[in-house]
């Protein structure tokens, strides 16, 4: 009956705590043990989760998804802000009051702070009205030019969490492209884009404030799909430095790269790996990479073609 997910992220653990800050987004919610484990299309997802994305070295969860309130007025969505709040994390996208909605997690690394925004375009089946007005961190304009003004009063750099996009579409659509405009012209620094399940471009989105580093879409970190393929089995991580050359001088974003990753599923085992240190042996295990030719390369030549499609000229590691 208990738990263990640490395993699950054994691959890209030394990438994941080495880095002074590390985000992830966790779609499916912590709603509580006892309602039991649940996959597509309501998920539940034990507690003892927290715990892993906490050993391996993650800062920032991003919370707000279309799966935060499976399972309706169960409570999920207290229960798992409550589970979160235990964990030395910063935690945002989901709230239990409207004091806890308010609240713009801030953090600091090496003398520069970091505010953490997040936000979801929807919530399954359920209408925004269904839950309390301050639970769920709604996609809005009116919401994000009253936040990222804020959140730039705090802190150094703005970092935005959206979960958008149409599902397993490698491109942003119109909505994705226009939030992220917003998102600019605001003055958001950088904006981490989850949901479509596949990867999509990295771009500088020149703003009325300045320019702002967008990953549209991350792909799936770990995931397990019933009819696998390869742009599901594809993720990444967009690593980069944030640059203060003097006291008080602007922060820059520098050094920006991509890290592909590889969702390794085979018999009775699960992980993700850089797609650099994905071996041979590993691919013809995996219940379907093992019978592509040469998946390891088509997966790089993906990964490059998809994240630099609209001219970023992103670097892969």
């Not at 992220?9 to 912590?30: I, N, R």
């Not at 009051?97 to 997040?118: H, K, Q, W």
């Not at 809005?140 to 599902?167: C, F, I, K, N």
Request: charged residues 20%; proline residues 5%; aromatic residues 10%.
């Amino acid at each position: 009956g208990a738990y263990d997910f640490t395993p699950l992220y054994s691959g890209v653990k030394p990438l994941v705590e080495g880095a002074d800050l590390a985000y992830v987004s966790q779609e499916t919610h912590l709603g509580g043990d006892d309602l039991g484990v649940h996959g597509y299309p309501s998920f539940n997802t034990p507690d003892a989760l927290a715990d892993a994305i906490t050993a391996t070295g993650f800062d920032l969860v991003a919370l707000a998804s279309n799966h935060c309130y499976d399972f309706g007025n169960y409570g999920a969505l207290e229960h798992a802000r409550t589970v979160w709040n235990e964990q030395p994390l910063a935690v945002a996208g989901i709230a239990t009051s409207e004091a806890e909605a308010a609240e713009i997690p801030v953090v600091e690394r090496e003398g520069i702070t970091f505010a953490f925004l997040d936000y979801t375009y929807g919530l399954n089946g359920f209408d925004p009205e269904d839950v309390a007005p301050y639970a769920v961190n709604f996609i809005s304009e009116e919401r994000l030019r009253a936040d990222v003004p804020r959140a730039r009063e705090l802190a150094d750099v703005v970092v935005v969490a959206m979960h958008w996009g149409t599902e397993k579409v490698t491109s942003p659509d119109e909505d994705q492209l226009a939030w992220a405009q917003l998102l600019a012209d605001l003055g958001a620094d950088i904006v981490l884009g989850s949901h479509p399940h596949v990867i999509q471009p990295v771009e500088w989105v020149k703003g009325d404030a300045g320019t702002t580093l967008v990953a549209y879409g991350l792909g799936d970190f770990k995931s397990n799909h019933t009819t696998p393929h390869l742009e599901s089995e594809l993720a990444g991580m967009l690593a980069c430095d944030f640059v203060r050359q003097t006291e008080g001088a602007e922060v820059t974003i520098e050094n920006v790269r991509w890290i592909p990753l590889v969702n390794h599923t085979e018999e009775g085992a699960y992980n993700v790996y850089p797609l650099r240190d994905y071996t041979d042996e590993l691919a013809k295990r995996h219940v379907f990479l093992g019978t592509q030719p040469d998946a390891k390369a088509q997966l790089r030549q993906m990964s490059e073609e998809i994240v630099n499609a609209r001219g970023a000229d992103i670097p892969l590691e």
